[in-house]
């Protein structure tokens, strides 16, 4: 299987702290994405990153990428209560996408 | 509104009876795919399409079929369920070159 991994699986921090969730992967990729998701709905892309990309923002999102360590990490700053969901990376490699096992993120307020 | 629709949302059934899952999505998308969640496993891909009447499998297919006559539906059926099959499957689609999905709000799938 060509299926990533997140690392943590599940994550717990106050309110106003940095959450910093991590993604391994197997093959070579044109881009890597971040979901989020909520209990058992349907995923929702946050950010994308290309393969010749470092780095990336989006708000309070930050997502890098190092493609000789086959790895990427998402962070969320200034977390919120709200941010509380499951986090999936998702590479693409031709035309097939590979998920993570998901890192469940949660935000006490 | 831009929106990836399947139904139905719940469904339970028995063991060989065939289902289908609809998929339709109203955003012009080439690419639609299906994929199943499992606890622990992430999501897998089970079918893609790369547009009308052309289909590849993902990682999981077996014991599904998909087909795409149309640009805006992607249905997955399911000619003799078992009881592995139960998940939470979701339909998503994408256009243009950034590949990133939309998706759908997922069908629950008990087989019995």
């Known amino acids: 299987s060509q299926q990533g991994e997140e690392d943590p699986q599940a994550l717990s921090i106050q309110e106003g702290e940095n959450a910093t969730m991590n993604c391994s992967y197997k093959t070579s990729i044109n881009n890597l994405q971040w979901y989020r998701q909520n209990s058992g709905r349907g995923l929702v892309h946050l950010i994308l990153i290309r393969s010749n990309e470092r780095e990336k923002h989006s708000g309070r999102l930050r997502v890098t990428l190092d493609t000789s360590k086959k790895s990427s990490s998402l962070l969320i700053t200034a977390s919120r209560a709200a941010d509380t969901a499951s986090y999936f990376c998702?590479?693409?490699?031709?035309?097939?996408?590979?998920f993570g096992t998901g890192t469940s993120l949660t935000v006490i307020p | 509104e831009a929106q990836v629709t399947q139904n139905p949302r719940y469904l339970i059934t028995v063991t060989g009876k065939k289902l289908t899952v609809t998929c339709s999505q109203n955003m012009n998308h080439e690419y639609m795919s299906w994929y199943r969640q499992d606890p622990g496993l992430g999501l897998r891909q089970i079918y893609y399409?790369?547009?009308?009447?052309?289909?590849d499998k993902g990682d999981v297919p077996e014991g599904y079929k998909v087909s795409r006559k149309e640009k805006r539906n992607f249905p997955l059926i399911l000619e003799s369920p078992s009881p592995n099959q139960t998940s939470l499957y979701f339909c998503?689609?994408?256009?243009?070159?950034?590949?990133?999905?939309?998706f759908g709000p997922g069908t629950r799938l008990t087989v019995t």
């Open positions: 998503a689609s994408t256009g243009g070159g950034a590949r990133e999905q939309y």
């Open positions: 998702a590479t693409n490699t031709g035309n097939q996408f590979y």
């Open positions: 399409s790369m547009n009308v009447e052309v289909t």
